[in-house]
T-cell receptor, first 113, second 116 residues
Framework: GDSVTQMEGPVTLSEEACLTI???????????LFWYVQYPGEGLQLLLK?????DKGSNKGFEATYRKETTSFHLEKGSVQVSDSAVYFC????????????FGSGTKLNVKP | GAGVSQSPSNKVTEKGKDVELRCDPI?????LYWYRQSLGQGLEFLIY????????KSGLPSDRFSAERTGGSVSTLTIQRTQQEDSAVYLC??????????????FGPGTRLTVT
């Protein structure tokens, strides 16, 4: 069945450091891939998405590229800020499974000034 | 426009009592999802409604949990004979899926359930 695996946290970085949060997936159909973010005390919100192989999603300085050959969708940012501290969830939606969503376990990012 | 709303925002109940959690999806959204998020944990899928199809109940942890969606809109998650391990934040999400395509989920603020 479909599933998403992402690196365990917490990840602690200093401000302006580079960030990579790994995400790999297993899907039987043609998934679309997402990163959701949950800031402290807030609900989940979409950060970025990619709908087909080689697509790059980007938002707020974050990027992720849909790599079908490695079944990956790693989240990257060149220079993190304290305000990026949050929990990040990788997810997939499988068109051939009625758009059911599958979420990873979440990775907590702490950015220190 | 209005987002997904959930009520109550907080619920404290005694062990053994039944609780009902409500979700109002975004108007016109055909798909509705319930998740559970325990403290410091990821999202645990509970149940998924898609249009008029039979719901996917594969994530419900026990027969104490049930959910319904009336008229293709509002959904109620019911937990009977609550246990302390049911304490968590229950999240509802909806999405618009008129056909083939990619549709993001919109999440509600959640209901924090505490079983004492």
């Amino acid at each position: 069945g479909d599933s998403v695996t992402q690196m365990e946290g917490p990840v602690t970085l200093s401000e302006e450091a580079c960030l990579t949060i790994n995400c790999t997936y297993t899907a039987t159909g043609y998934p679309s891939l997402f990163w959701y973010v949950q800031y402290p005390g807030e609900g989940l919100q979409l950060l970025l998405k990619a709908t087909k192989a080689d697509d790059k999603g980007s938002n707020k300085g974050f990027e992720a590229t849909y790599r079908k050959e490695t079944t990956s969708f790693h989240l990257e940012k060149g220079s993190v800020q304290v305000s990026d501290s949050a929990v990040y969830f990788c997810a997939l939606s499988d068109l051939y499974n009625f758009n059911k969503f599958y979420f990873g376990s979440g990775t907590k990012l702490n950015v220190k000034p | 426009g209005a987002g997904v709303s959930q009520s109550p925002s907080n619920k404290v109940t005694e062990k053994g009592k039944d609780v009902e959690l409500r979700c109002d999806p975004i108007s016109g959204h055909t798909a509705l999802y319930w998740y559970r998020q325990s403290l410091g944990q990821g999202l645990e899928f509970l149940i998924y409604f898609q249009g008029n199809s039979a719901p996917d109940k594969s994530g419900l942890p026990s027969d104490r949990f049930s959910a319904e969606r009336t008229g293709g809109s509002v959904s109620t998650l019911t937990i009977q004979r609550t246990q302390q391990e049911d304490s968590a934040v229950y999240l509802c999400a909806s999405s618009y899926t008129p056909g083939q395509g990619v549709y993001e989920q919109y999440f509600g603020p959640g209901t924090r359930l505490t079983v004492t």
